[in-house]
């Protein structure tokens, strides 16, 4: 038997590879004609937004300079921003209906500083804008755009949204003309720490990191939006999902250092994740999980791979009862905000230890994943989502080249999902087998440019040596590499380990950090209400600041450092390093059922 197959992956990336450069002609042309007059909405780090038209001469100083006189907000020592993105001059790349945020520079920014809103007669600035608008091309959001339409009426009856009292960021159920929830919206400014949170988790500003160091405040929006997108054919049941700019009377609005209320609600605009709500009986923390479809925790397993998700927990399963089918249910999976950090860090997967995530795939599973291409995915994102970060992209495309790697290799869902998930006892926590691949990786391509490094510095040091006869010779072994006090200065709990740091010489022993683990779930810190249970993280509404929040685990792969030269050869070493992973997962994996098996011998 072969150690090591041929990679499933590698021809299809060159080849859409190839095909991205041949559709830049297209693309090229798309963004000629959105050059043409754009709506985009430009939110401050305090969460106030601004709807405006794009003329064909403005730039990055215009948008500043009507932003500072409708909403009298200092713009002088901010920067637009657009994703990874800070705008100048040229606005081209700008799409319709696009959300842009207005940040303070670094060196302008003060971490003692807290993030205050507006007030007076500039918080209550009128928009006469229509109550929702989805950003983005609505065209690929036609399942839901007939559900706006039904709460925007529904909103001109008097039918107002309800505020979720559970959880600890900002959700509205918002409702049809006849009083039925029907979507929930949840604002990006009223996330976990954002300025405008009313549950009392404010002291951050927007795009800083939140409450998890990977994803940064007023960012989950998108992701849920992303983790519908990817779920192509519905294949895993996530539930329509888009991006809005929405404005209503009922969100709430924080003013003064303690995140007081303002007296009187008026109308204002939010930038927020709106997805269509499904009536449900129970989440899967209420019920055993025996009769879940094998084929359901299957879909939900292949999708939080492929998108790196570090929050599936029993509350964000939904469980519906099919009528006339007794004993059968649908799960439906919700909450996707903290996917695709834009580091490796350590996932949960609630699903890992359930027997249905033991049994092989399915061949029509298999032939789903076969299908993937991460290449495709990543360029459906930009378009879709041009505000999503690289670093975001970057992780969703080595995790779904993991998932097709591991599955053509035979690996079930529980083994895919122990190799990506951290080992963790007492306080010391080690990478997990995805991430010591993917160290592995990077440290070969450090050994091949310290190799050329070093062949440059060994020809001169020999015409050196010809000049110098009595050059004095020094023993390797007393020299100190300056590596070394790399290796003994350890990082503080909340600091992150950057890869690109790491030398090619690696101590023996116990390297890796030590560090605090953030709760296995957020779902650990429920106390909150269980009815509708559609909401972020289903977890308490204890009033706390963002200085106390809790210790975030290390991150010991970063792929954003990366230029696009070693990215592709980062994959390629990765796909070469997998399969040995793969051999040894199997082996533990059969030592493991053998042991169980011999445990009950008399």
């Known amino acids: 038997m072969t150690t090591k197959l041929e990679s499933p992956v590698k021809t299809q990336m060159v080849v859409t590879l190839i095909g991205g450069l041949l559709n830049r002609d297209c693309h090229e042309s798309t963004r000629q004609n959105l050059a043409r007059r754009r709506r985009v909405f430009v939110q401050t780090e305090t969460g106030c937004v601004l709807g405006m038209e794009l003329e064909r001469g403005d730039n990055a100083h215009t948008v500043k300079r009507r932003l500072q006189l409708a909403l009298s907000?200092?713009?002088?020592?901010?920067?637009?921003?657009?994703?990874?993105?800070?705008?100048?001059?040229?606005?081209?790349?700008?799409?319709?209906?696009?959300?842009?945020?207005?940040?303070?520079?670094?060196?302008?920014?003060?971490?003692?500083?807290?993030?205050?809103?507006?007030?007076?007669?500039?918080?209550?600035?009128?928009?006469?804008?229509?109550?929702?608008?989805?950003?983005?091309?609505?065209?690929?959001?036609?399942?839901?755009?007939?559900?706006?339409?039904?709460?925007?009426?529904?909103?001109?009856k008097g039918v107002d949204p309800i505020p979720v009292h559970s959880g600890l960021g900002g959700a509205y159920y918002f409702r049809n003309i006849s009083g039925e929830s029907v979507a929930i919206v949840k604002p990006t400014d009223e996330e976990p720490f954002a300025p405008n949170n009313p549950k009392g988790f404010v002291g951050k500003a927007l795009g800083q990191p939140g409450l998890k160091s990977s994803v940064r405040v007023g960012e989950t929006g998108f992701r849920e939006v992303a983790a519908y997108l990817l779920d192509y054919d519905h294949f895993a049941n996530v539930p329509p999902t888009v991006l809005v700019k929405v404005a209503h009377?009922?969100?709430?609005?924080?003013?003064?250092?303690?995140?007081?209320?303002?007296?009187?609600?008026?109308?204002?605009?939010?930038?927020?994740s709106l997805q269509q709500f499904i009536p449900h009986d129970y989440d899967?923390?209420?019920?055993?999980?025996?009769?879940?479809?094998?084929?359901?925790?299957?879909?939900?397993?292949?999708?939080d791979i492929r998108i790196f998700n570090t929050d599936r927990h029993a509350g964000n399963l939904l469980v519906k009862k099919l009528d006339g089918e007794f004993g059968q249910v649908e799960l439906i999976p919700i909450?996707?905000?903290?996917?695709?950090?834009?580091?490796?860090?350590?996932?949960?997967?609630?699903?890992?230890?359930?027997?249905?995530?033991?049994?092989?795939?399915?061949?029509?599973?298999?032939?789903?994943?076969?299908?993937?291409?991460?290449?495709?995915?990543?360029?459906?994102?930009?378009?879709?989502?041009?505000?999503?970060?690289?670093?975001?992209?970057?992780?969703?495309?080595?995790?779904?080249?993991?998932?097709?790697?591991?599955?053509?290799?035979?690996?079930?869902?529980?083994?895919?999902?122990?190799?990506?998930?951290?080992?963790?006892?007492?306080?010391?926590?080690?990478?997990?087998?995805?991430?010591?691949?993917?160290?592995?990786?990077?440290?070969?391509?450090?050994?091949?440019?310290?190799?050329?490094?070093?062949a440059e510095e060994g020809n001169e040091e020999f015409l050196f040596d010809i000049d110098c006869e009595n050059a004095m010779i020094v023993d390797p072994s007393l020299v100190i590499s300056s590596d070394f006090f790399d290796q003994v200065s350890f990082p503080t709990p909340t600091s992150i380990v950057k890869v690109a740091d790491i030398r090619p010489v690696r101590p023996e022993g116990n390297w890796y950090k030590t560090a605090s683990k953030l709760s296995v779930s957020l779902k650990n810190i429920d106390v909150g209400e269980r009815s509708q249970q559609q909401i972020i993280g289903t977890v308490s509404a204890i009033r706390r600041s963002a200085n106390d929040q809790l210790p975030t685990s290390i991150s010991f792969v970063k792929v954003a450092d990366m230029s696009e030269e070693q990215w592709i050869l980062f994959l390629e070493k990765v796909r070469e390093l997998l399969y040995p992973a793969f051999g040894n997962r199997r082996r533990a994996t059969i030592g493991q059922r053998q042991r169980l098996g011999s445990s009950c011998k008399f």
């Open 249 to 272: 009377q009922i969100f709430n609005v924080n003013y003064g250092v303690n995140g007081d209320k303002i007296q009187k609600k008026k109308r204002v605009s939010k930038i927020a």
């Open 335 to 454: 909450d996707h905000g903290l996917c695709l950090p834009e580091q490796l860090e350590d996932p949960y997967f609630e699903w890992i230890h359930w027997p249905q995530a033991s049994i092989p795939f399915s061949e029509d599973e298999l032939e789903y994943i076969r299908n993937l291409n991460p290449i495709c995915d990543s360029e459906m994102l930009k378009m879709e989502l041009p505000m999503i970060r690289e670093a975001c992209l970057r992780v969703l495309v080595l995790c779904t080249i993991f998932l097709k790697e591991a599955t053509a290799f035979g690996l079930c869902l529980a083994e895919i999902g122990e190799m990506m998930s951290r080992e963790f006892g007492g306080r010391e926590e080690k990478p997990s087998e995805l991430e010591a691949v993917c160290l592995e990786a990077r440290r070969i391509i450090e050994d091949l440019n310290m190799s050329n490094v070093e």
């Open 284 to 303: 899967a923390g209420d019920c055993g999980t025996s009769s879940f479809p094998v084929a359901a925790v299957h879909r939900i397993g292949i999708l």
């Open 73 to 156: 907000v200092p713009t002088d020592q901010s920067s637009l921003t657009f994703g990874d993105r800070i705008l100048n001059n040229d606005l081209s790349a700008i799409r319709n209906h696009s959300p842009l945020l207005l940040a303070r520079n670094a060196m302008h920014r003060s971490s003692s500083t807290p993030c205050l809103s507006p007030t007076g007669k500039n918080l209550l600035q009128k928009d006469q804008s229509d109550p929702i608008e989805i950003l983005g091309c609505p065209n690929n959001f036609a399942r839901i755009d007939e559900l706006v339409k039904d709460i925007v009426a529904a909103i001109k």
